[in-house]
């Protein structure tokens, strides 16, 4: 059996890391473990097995082979101690959550969080007696201050969805650290290969796994990586929960891992390009990439990040007085104009993915929530594929063309 070592390369590690020598048949690729119940001839063993003193499995909630090839791989991406998985990007947040906080507990957070993350925030977590402050993004003196008065965690999310803003994960880790509070880090849209929180300082490293670590669109999950002792408690919550990863879903995550590194170098490569692209282009707006110069967190982004990513965001210019009509129209040509792009939620994909926030990530906000959001309705999310960069290059120019035609 192959073991990951921190030295490898992430591409090695995607593609050996979770290997075992536990597949059947001397199987190089584990199979789908569909059965629910393990059986067990020997009540010593059977027992053993339920207490955790030996390796095995019992039902497939708690642990089930063909998943745990998936969390050994993202452990071995992340060259951590412990992982853990879950049926959705959402349920490793609320498990998350659900499993480390108590009543009277207070996190401190951003107003730019993934839509759901922010109704858990604003929402259950208050519900539930656990103070939320909400900092404005950018500002990380506030976050700072907000943290020196004292709390139980700092929940993170770099770069933000859908304006890519950019925290300094390092800074904020050390007043953290001082504070004696635990460091979150949703890294969704970065990726083990593009960003290393844990590296920088952060306890947990979160991810919606359906985005870039699967990578095909074509199945859900979570993880959440870090120390045992905090791994292990939340894993012992989700047993429970039940929000378990799919062994079929599994399968193809692990499939999608083989391959992160090289998807991922692509994703940055044509975002790098669209980006460039799309600044100079006279019919758009507001162009929010952190691989521009004049992104306002470009600087910490090239400390910090390896890539910068494969989501952008821009506007549509809008000349002439204000008026919404105008703005959907022009908005809806231009997305109908697109030859090569899914109007679709999501992101992360091998194929491009195109859409307002207000339909997709943000759908969960009221207009009003995603203007304290700095979300303006006139947004477009393009989560840039594996396409040739020509192609989307030539696909946006012609689509701009027909919004600006009048
Ligand atoms: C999609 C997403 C989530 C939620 O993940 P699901 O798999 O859809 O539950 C959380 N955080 C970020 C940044 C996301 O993009």
Not at 326 to 355: E, K, M, N, P, Y
Request: contains cysteine; proline residues 6%.
């Amino acid at each position: 059996m192959m073991q990951p070592s921190p030295k490898q390369g992430l591409s090695t590690r995607g593609v050996w890391g979770g290997k075992a020598a536990s597949a059947p048949e001397g199987a190089t690729v584990m199979p789908v473990f569909h059965g629910v119940t393990f059986a067990y001839e020997d009540l010593d063993e059977w027992r053993q097995v339920a207490e955790g003193t030996r390796p095995g499995h019992i039902y497939s909630r708690n642990t089930n082979p063909t998943v745990q090839v998936f969390e050994r791989t993202m452990q071995a991406l992340e060259g951590t101690e412990a992982a853990t998985s879950f049926a959705t990007g959402m349920a490793a947040i609320s498990n998350t959550f659900f499993a480390l906080l108590s009543p009277g507990d207070r996190v401190v957070s951003i107003r730019d969080t993934y839509g759901g993350t922010n109704r858990i925030l604003t929402e259950f977590l208050p519900e539930w007696g656990v103070e939320v402050t909400l900092c404005a993004t950018e500002d990380h003196e506030a976050m700072e201050r907000e943290i020196g008065r004292g709390c139980t965690a700092v929940y993170l999310e770099t770069p933000t969805n859908p304006t890519l803003k950019i925290l300094d994960v390092a800074r904020l880790a050390r007043s953290a650290k001082e504070a004696g509070a635990l460091v979150m880090v949703d890294n969704t849209f970065a990726t083990p290969i593009n960003q290393r929180p844990l590296e920088l300082g952060a306890d947990l490293v979160l991810y919606s796994a359906t985005k870039f670590l699967g990578g095909h669109s074509d199945a859900m999950g979570g993880a959440v990586l870090g120390a045992r002792s905090l791994v292990e408690r939340i894993f012992r919550y989700r047993e429970i929960n039940g929000a378990s990863l799919d062994p079929n879903s599994a399968f193809l995550l692990s499939r999608g891992l083989a391959t992160l590194e090289l998807r991922m170098e692509r994703h940055n490569r044509n975002a790098q390009r669209v980006a460039e692209f799309l600044v100079g282009h006279p019919a758009v707006g507001d162009v929010f990439y952190p691989g521009l110069p004049s992104h306002p967190g470009h600087d910490v982004a090239r400390e910090q990040m390896s890539g910068f990513g494969g989501v952008l965001a821009f506007s549509l210019r809008d000349e002439g007085p204000p008026d919404e009509g105008r703005l959907h129209d022009r908005i809806g040509r231009f997305l109908g104009g697109l030859r090569l792009a899914h109007r679709a939620a999501s992101l992360g994909s091998v194929a491009t993915l195109v859409g307002p926030p207000s339909v997709t990530s943000h759908v969960e906000l009221t207009p009003e929530g995603r203007a304290r959001a700095g979300i303006p309705e006139s947004l477009i999310r393009y989560s840039v594929g594996i396409e040739n960069a020509e192609d989307l290059i030539r696909d946006l120019d012609g689509a701009l063309q027909e919004a600006t035609d009048s």
